[in-house]
């Protein structure tokens, strides 16, 4: 793995982008042009349920590494994934290693959140002078700490890796044996002493699922994102698109978008277009406004509608093709639809729930071009009356 100086860390940020974000709390800036990019908490679930930060606080975190410290270098790095981390429900802790065999719980276990890991952050207790480095005593309080713990745990080790013990890798690897799949190490080096990549390397190496990166890697808003998600966060599936059923609200079997003819009664045989329609060749005779006995089956089931419906009111509508002229098809259709409503009135439907109009060619729902398309021009409408 390549490793460079933190030169400009968090002073160049490039890919930052800005989306809605809920569930978080402000905390100040990692710095005045660091802008964290803000997860959508409704599109993540979160991958872990756990998660605990060990940070090395040991002397050599005092020397610097370009133009800042060790440590400084850690604690933006840490702000920086606090202040993008969405607030989802983790537990969290943090636990620093310093001089004189010193391990400290900073903060938790608790329910993660910015503000409180923010705070934590800045109290932690500064590198100072001493020679021993307990990162094998931080990961043994970590196992102590997870061996009740519910669910799945990272672990983000934050250090320069300057001699930590070896034993270290050994307490890596008991931990593992002991939370087994339930842990995932994560290491992320400052600086950039070959002895510290090494043994960061085979600390998350011990781990089996995590990995190791180096804080300059992380140097910018995307990064840090982009090592949120991969540890922290899984995407929602989107949900699925319920398509809406169109309604049918006259239960003509023509639904509401394309009906043309809404509050036909229940039980009239309609057209596509669900219209209580009759086609005037089946009616009558070409030129014809006598009707077709052959049509009485037909028309005798809207006469059984309109009886049962006694406040049902009905237009009669006569229609005719372009053949002719437009005068005489006005009296044409007209006198058809005078003819249905007498064969009506004959059965028994109440004449003052009739009304009758002719439209002649003026009205067609297909071209006229074709014989099929005049057939279904010559028609007759029954047009409910609200």
């Known amino acids: 793995m390549k490793k460079h100086y933190l030169v400009t860390f968090f002073l160049v940020l490039a890919g930052a982008f800005l989306v809605s974000c809920a569930g978080k709390t402000a905390v100040q800036k990692t710095s005045p042009s660091f802008e964290a990019y803000s997860f959508n908490a409704n599109h993540y679930a979160p991958k872990v ?5 060990i940070l090395d606080a040991s002397y050599s975190m005092e020397d610097k590494s370009g133009p800042k410290t060790k440590s400084d270098t850690a604690r933006e790095f840490l702000t920086a994934l606090n202040e993008t981390l969405p607030e989802l429900g983790y537990n969290c802790e943090l636990i620093t290693f310093g001089p004189k065999n010193t391990v400290k719980i900073n ?10 890991l923010g705070a934590a952050l800045k109290a932690a207790h500064k590198p100072h002078g001493g020679t021993p480095r307990p990162l094998t005593q931080a990961l043994l309080t970590a196992a102590g700490e997870l061996k009740s713990s519910q669910g799945k745990t990272a672990l983000i080790i934050v250090g320069d890796g300057d001699r930590v013990e070896p034993a270290s890798v050994k307490a890596a690897k008991a931990l593992k044996a002991q939370l087994g799949d339930k842990v995932c190490i994560y290491t992320v080096l400052v600086g950039d002493s070959p002895a510290g990549i090494k043994v960061f390397d085979q600390i998350a190496k011990a781990g089996g699922c995590g990995s190791s990166i180096t804080a300059n890697e992380l140097g910018t808003s995307g990064k840090v994102a982009g090592f949120v998600e991969g540890i922290f966060l899984s995407k929602r599936a989107p949900k699925p698109v319920v398509k809406a059923v169109p309604r049918d609200s006259d239960g003509d079997g023509v639904t509401d978008d394309r009906d043309k003819c809404p509050n036909t009664p229940k039980g009239a045989t309609v057209d596509a277009r669900g219209c209580w329609t009759y086609a005037a060749e089946v009616l009558f005779g070409f030129d014809k406004s006598e009707i077709n006995p052959d049509a009485y089956p037909m028309l005798d ?14 237009q009669i509508f006569g229609h005719t093709d372009n053949t002719g002229s437009e005068a005489y098809n006005m009296k044409l259709s007209e006198n058809r639809a ?5 064969y009506f009135v004959e059965s028994g439907v109440n004449a003052t729930q009739l009304m009758v109009k002719g439209f002649g060619l003026t009205q067609p729902i297909v071209s006229n071009d074709t014989k099929e398309g005049r057939a279904k021009n010559r028609r007759v409408d029954l047009i409910p009356v609200k």
């Open 107 to 116: 903060y938790g276990p608790t329910r993660y959140s910015t503000s409180g």
């Open 49 to 53: 349920n756990n998660f605990v930060v």
């Open 338 to 342: 005078k003819a249905i409503m007498k």
């Open 301 to 314: 089931e809207a006469v059984l509608i309109l009886k049962k419906n006694s406040k049902l009111n009905v």
